[in-house]
């Protein structure tokens, strides 16, 4: 084969494999078109519609845990995190207030673990929303801010959690089960993507009446419940 012979094979050959490649291009092209790009629509659509509905805070609503008169015209609604040591506070200080405030007022727990800082505090959160399915929850959710001091630097608080459930005569078996279930994994994150969207970037956050509300004591507390209070008669 002569010297210009080899030249033109090897031009040709160039030429066909460059011919290869742009069929191929264009071939996976339409596979992504027609076949990934669906795929991933569908998963999108999947993954937003398999997911628990979020509310707004001023938004009480059957899978909210309420203690109090539901009845009552004002809401305290508060974003929490078990294992922050603000929320253990700000719990005892509505605890406190609780005997003069229970007659105009409900409390509304919605979880917001924040992990990042607080390792357990997703733990705690499927803890008491299982204790919940047991009717529960306020009891559970005692037991953790009480005892927050023992649990929050353990690496594994399961074994203590678990004596939690024991003493409030929980089926043990029954509450792992309810753990791992998808209802209340989603309970808990529609808890905080509602949050998040509703202004919530810290914990604890406490709206009255869907007001945003700084409270650091209990008389604070009284007066924003009584003015709100007021303000629900009035209108």
């Known amino acids: 084969m002569s010297k210009r012979d080899q ?13 290869r490649k742009q069929q191929t291009q264009q071939l996976m092209f339409k596979v992504g078109l027609y076949v990934v790009a669906p795929l991933f629509v569908l998963l999108v659509l999947f993954t937003l519609f398999s997911q628990d509905p979020t509310y707004t805070p ?10 109090g008169n539901a009845d009552a015209p004002v809401t305290i609604m508060v974003y929490a995190d078990f294992q922050c040591p603000a929320c253990a506070s700000e ?32 733990t705690a959160s ?15 959710h005692d037991f953790l801010f009480l005892n927050q001091d023992l649990w929050a630097p353990l690496s594994d608080p399961k074994a203590e959690f678990d004596n939690y459930a024991g003493e409030l005569n929980l089926d043990l078996e029954q509450l792992q089960q309810d753990m791992e279930s998808d209802a209340v994994v989603q309970k808990v994150r529609a808890d905080q993507r509602g949050g998040t969207r509703s202004g919530v970037r810290s914990t604890p956050t406490i709206f009255i009446n869907g007001d945003l509300v700084t409270v650091s004591t209990v008389t604070r507390l009284i007066e924003l419940v009584e003015s709100a209070y007021e303000d629900a008669a009035d209108s």
């Open 126 to 140: 499927l803890y008491a929303e299982a204790a919940s399915k047991q009717g529960r929850f306020w009891e559970m």
């Open 58 to 67: 001023v938004e009480v609503v059957q899978s909210d845990h309420v203690r």
């Open 7 to 19: 030249q033109k094979l090897r031009k040709e050959q160039k030429q066909l494999s460059a011919q």
């Open 91 to 122: 719990n005892q200080l509505v605890s406190r207030a609780w005997a003069s405030i229970r007659d105009k007022a409900h409390l509304v727990f919605r979880h917001y673990p924040i992990t990042d800082s607080h390792p357990n505090a997703w």
